[in-house]
């Protein structure tokens, strides 16, 4: 159980604002404040190069941390500086040649959308969907029929930017497996909201943001390759810190995931990074994801109970993340008024995940993300203020 009383001193703007923007960007610890701040005190005292050695043996450990997260190994994690870069560094390495198949989930991000469209188009691959199941989750069946030995790669979002489905992974990785294809899971809305372990879930590659349920700093993120796979991709980027130069003709590159790592990085935002690692790992990923779906449940009830206001969630398991939309009001609009009310929540829009959305027929929703900080009198004010709306 999450003590609720020491979790929001540890956040005190938790307490002057009903804050559910946790999926956007959440409110970090006073612990990773004090991290990432007293790092660049430091730097403008000694230089950044004293400033980072008297921390290496915290940030070397940090690969130990990352893993004992995600359930995999220290030597298969990499920092990166978002969900994006990482998600793009692993694509990117992945060998795609003309006719190659690679295949997304309905909720595809637009983030990898662009990018996996944009090298597809370049090389002669194609993307395709996979289409949902009946409840809006991934449809394994439909994936096993999509399934060849030109696939060489599914996308899947393990939980969309726009809504509360948690979409199926061990039964994707198993089916991807059995031709040969790699698995990258993009699991930035759902590490630190869920137990990810990549251990238990069998999928190749993944793919989280610092910022989100994290409550890192911004400019933050990981990559996972597990050792697995690792030879079977070819990193792009390299630089002297995932490369040594042997030779006058030849580069040897690393052989452990910091072969996507570059040299220079943020010391002050990793160090933040990973004072989020260690709260959430106190904590507990078990207690955290059962009082975020508590928080989550609570709100999609008052809502569902309120007349004009659908719930818009897909699937039959569900998070943190709340999407909502109230009849005759903009999603703008809702989130602006809740605003003034104290309440903070966003707007997804069909831009960020097109083929749901269109799909659906919707071109925006609102998004409220509550994290175990949100007290439900929190959540329950929130609903009060939706309802006051119409
Ligand atoms: C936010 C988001 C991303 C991108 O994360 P960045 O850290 O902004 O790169 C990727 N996938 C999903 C599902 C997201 O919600």
Do not use: K
């Given at each position: 159980m999450i003590d609720l009383d020491v979790v929001r001193a540890d956040t005190p703007a938790c307490r002057d604002q009903v804050f559910l923007d946790?999926?956007?960007?959440?409110?970090?610890?006073?612990?990773?404040?004090?991290?990432?701040?007293?790092?660049?005190?430091?730097?403008?005292?000694?230089?950044?190069?004293?400033?980072?050695?008297?921390?290496?043996?915290?940030?070397?450990?940090?690969?130990?941390?990352?893993?004992?997260?995600?359930?995999?190994?220290?030597?298969?994690?990499?920092?990166?500086?978002?969900?994006?870069?990482?998600?793009?560094?692993?694509?990117?390495?992945?060998?795609?040649a003309e006719g190659d198949r690679v295949l997304v989930t309905e909720v595809?991000?637009?983030?990898?959308?662009?990018?996996?469209?944009?090298?597809?188009?370049?090389?002669?691959?194609?993307?395709?969907?996979?289409?949902?199941?009946?409840?809006?989750?991934?449809?394994?069946?439909?994936?096993?029929?999509?399934?060849?030995?030109?696939?060489?790669?599914?996308?899947?979002?393990?939980?969309?930017?726009?809504?509360?489905?948690?979409?199926?992974?061990?039964?994707?990785?198993?089916?991807?497996?059995?031709?040969?294809?790699?698995?990258?899971?993009?699991?930035?809305?759902?590490?630190?909201?869920?137990?990810?372990?990549?251990?238990?879930l069998g999928v190749d590659v993944l793919s989280v943001t610092g910022r989100k349920w994290l409550r890192g700093p911004r400019g933050t993120g990981l990559l996972a390759v597990r050792e697995s796979a690792s030879g079977l991709l070819r990193p792009h980027l390299v630089d002297l810190h995932g490369a040594e130069w042997v030779a006058p003709q030849r580069a040897r590159l690393r052989t452990d995931a910091r072969v996507f790592e570059l040299w220079e990085y943020s010391v002050a935002?990793?160090?933040?990074?990973?004072?989020?690692?260690?709260?959430?790992?106190?904590?507990?990923?078990?207690?955290?994801?059962?009082?975020?779906?508590?928080?989550?449940?609570?709100?999609?009830?008052?809502?569902?109970?309120?007349?004009?206001?659908?719930v818009r969630d897909l699937g039959r398991q569900r998070c943190g993340i709340v999407s909502f939309t109230v009849d005759g009001v903009p999603a703008a609009k809702v989130r602006d008024t809740l605003r003034e009310r104290g309440v903070t929540v966003t707007v997804s829009r069909t831009t960020s995940t097109l083929l749901d959305m269109t799909h659906r027929g919707l071109d925006a929703v609102v998004r409220a993300s509550p994290h175990y900080f949100v007290s439900p009198q929190q959540v329950d004010d929130f609903v009060a203020a939706v309802a006051d709306l119409r």
């Open positions: 946790s999926a956007g960007s959440s409110l970090p610890p006073r612990q990773v404040l004090d991290e990432v701040v007293g790092h660049l005190r430091r730097e403008a005292e000694v230089g950044g190069y004293r400033a980072a050695a008297e921390h290496a043996e915290e940030i070397e450990a940090g690969y130990g941390l990352a893993a004992e997260l995600l359930g995999c190994r220290p030597e298969e994690i990499a920092f990166t500086d978002s969900a994006t870069r990482s998600w793009d560094l692993a694509f990117a390495a992945v060998p795609l595809e991000y637009a983030g990898n959308a662009v990018g996996l469209l944009h090298r597809a188009a370049a090389v002669g691959a194609t993307v395709e969907p996979i289409p949902s199941d009946e409840h809006g989750a991934v449809s394994v069946a439909a994936l096993r029929d999509l399934l060849d030995e030109r696939v060489r790669l599914v996308s899947l979002v393990h939980v969309p930017t726009n809504g509360g489905l948690v979409n199926p992974v061990r039964e994707v990785a198993d089916a991807a497996h059995e031709v040969g294809a790699l698995v990258l899971l993009d699991a930035c809305q759902s590490v630190g909201q869920l137990r990810v372990r990549m251990d238990e935002d990793r160090l933040g990074l990973l004072a989020a690692l260690r709260y959430a790992l106190d904590l507990g990923v078990d207690a955290i994801a059962e009082a975020v779906l508590d928080r989550a449940e609570r709100a999609r009830a008052g809502l569902a109970a309120l007349p004009g206001v659908t």
